[in-house]
């Protein structure tokens, strides 16, 4: 969606994420590595936050997703840093000409508890998109009868804003 009018415009961009915990997977979460029994399995590093905001991203400027920029098939990707994936998504906000403005997003899982690791992981976000901290919004649910317990979701949105 491209918001229009007294000399400004817009983008909004929405992405979602989920995987599955397995044992022996290191936990990443917004870049950050978290301790904790068991990570987040996927093709890459498994960073369900980095994941959204990439997508995200990509779809506030109509680019391909994560998995057609990245097939999962693809073994160049297998263990890949998410933080390659979100380099690319910025290039191409860039080359757009646009710049994020800010983020939100919220996680969803059981454990670990975000709380005591969401200062790090703003900070962390934040400094992969080049804005200030308190440009970057996290917040963080528990499943709460979703079944969904041994999973973690990340939802996020993005603003993106046209450079001059």
């Not at 995987?19 to 890459?44: C, N, Q, T, W």
């Not at 969401?118 to 528990?142: F, M």
Request: glycine residues 12%; proline residues 6%; contains cysteine.
């Amino acid at each position: 969606m491209e918001i229009r009018g007294r000399g400004f415009s817009m983008r909004i961009g929405y992405g979602w994420d989920s995987h599955e915990f397995k044992a022996g997977i290191p936990l990443k979460i917004g870049g950050v590595a978290l301790d904790h029994p068991k990570g987040l399995g996927g093709h890459s590093d498994g960073d369900v936050l980095l994941h959204a905001l990439t997508d995200a991203l990509l779809g506030a400027v109509a680019a391909p997703d994560i998995g057609t920029l990245f097939p999962p098939f693809d073994p160049k990707w297998k263990g890949a840093d998410s933080a390659v994936f979100l380099r690319e998504a910025l290039k191409r906000v860039g080359a757009a000409g646009y710049a994020v403005v800010n983020v939100d997003s919220t996680l969803i899982l059981a454990t670990p508890k975000i709380g005591p690791h969401s200062t790090l992981i703003r900070e962390q976000v934040a400094k992969l998109l080049r804005v200030p901290a308190d440009c970057v919004g996290l917040k963080a649910k528990t499943p709460e009868g979703l079944g969904t317990d041994n999973a973690a979701i990340a939802n996020v949105v993005v603003l993106l804003e046209k450079k001059n």
